[in-house]
């Protein structure tokens, strides 16, 4: 889109941030009483809420069920006033469908499912309100829900959108960036390890600059995990507080 | 109909026969299959055999009305079929996991990169544009669906002619093949994907897994490039993999 410009001479961004800062990150644990885990995350304008039912027997076919290992059923879904459009289908299109495999494939790699077997842990997230970054928000709040509901996991994952707009990276896209055509990577990361649990990238982008971006996205997502952190101490402080009354 | 289960002789053997770094076809680590593309008698069929996994594309376009959104681009749509005859897993009713995957990283690949001019494919901005539309059907699958679907579509593209369009005023007529010469599609590059299996947690890696591999893999990695040396598209899939192997 010509007269949008992604990045100022003096380098900033459409929303006044620098290339590598991350939006607001606001985040709440604990949300829904009856559910196992749950959490809601906002970041910068993208709000998403995430409900985990499980470890449970499996439901549906028996068959399915892994005599070693839990089973990880992720559905996602957007609600239809999330987007600029009202959305017809929130969900059974390809692209929710795809998102929940991706989600699957990245709940699998870190949550100990070895402890559980023969059994079924459900995750369901929600997009209240889309601002690019669907798929980060999604697993940062979904690693919030998991902690709360008490299912062991190797470390926090956090996941980060990262674009590449005239030679810098861009750290935390938002939708008006993704969409004017900037290549953009989405990376979930496991902090402490170092370990990719997803990478997926669109749009055409030079072989040089893949590794500046991916040290971008790493970096950015080790910003993330420190908030994240934040939230899941305050949280303990604050039920620990309760529990004592 | 379900798959027969491996072995768990077999995984062993496969397992252990890639920590040696030999492979059941004597090929090496990064050694491709035999690629063989031949076209049909029309414009924009093309049969693309990868070993023994056997893809076949058609590409054929109509005329539509656009996108609201983008009135004077042309619309391009990507169906990838899993047909039992490739596999008796495959079931006749779709929407399993794999056929969703495959499809959107095949949407992700050819539509994302821009490797059409869209533009070019406008007859009348905001009433009408062709849509073109690549129907990859799976003849036989031993592995790998994605490269030679990747591979079958963007042949396919670039064989394709469309039949050529007048206007004169409001009107538009579309010429025959007969009448005037079909023109071909204008492609800025041709992006070619590339898997990459990893086992063991990311210790062994193979490019182009046949079908035995696929099942014991631990995760996948899809790459998508150009000519130019631009990567197109990154997927993985699977495990987890540490950020050296790139």
Redesign the interface.
Known sequence: MAGLELLTDQGYRLDGRKATELRKVQARMGVFAQADGSAYLEQGNTKALAVIYGPHEMRGSRSRALHDRAVINCQYSMATFSTAERKRRPHGDRKSTEMSLHLKQTFEAAVMTQLFPRSQIDIYVKILQSDGGNYSVCVNAATLAVIDAGIPMRDYVCACTVGFVDETPLADLCYAEESGGVSSLALALLPRGGQIALVQMDARLHQDHLETLIEAAMTACKGVSKVLDEVVRQHLQEASVLSRE | MKDTPLSNCERDFLLKAIEEKKRLDGRQTYDYRKIKITFGTDYGCCFVDLGQTRVMAQVSCELVAPKESRPNEGIMFFNLELSPMASPAFEQGR?S?LS??L??QLE?CLR???CIDTESLCVVSGEKVWQIRVDVHTLNNDGNLMDAASIAAISALCHFRRPDVGIQGESVTVYSPEERDPIPLSIYHMPISVSFAFFQQGTYLLVDPCEREERVMDGLLMIA??K????????????????KE?
């Open positions: 929407q996991e969703v995957k499809n959107r992700r994302n990169s821009k490039m150009n130019h040396r631009e990567i197109c598209s990154i997927q993985s899939s699977g495990g987890i993999m540490l950020l790139q």
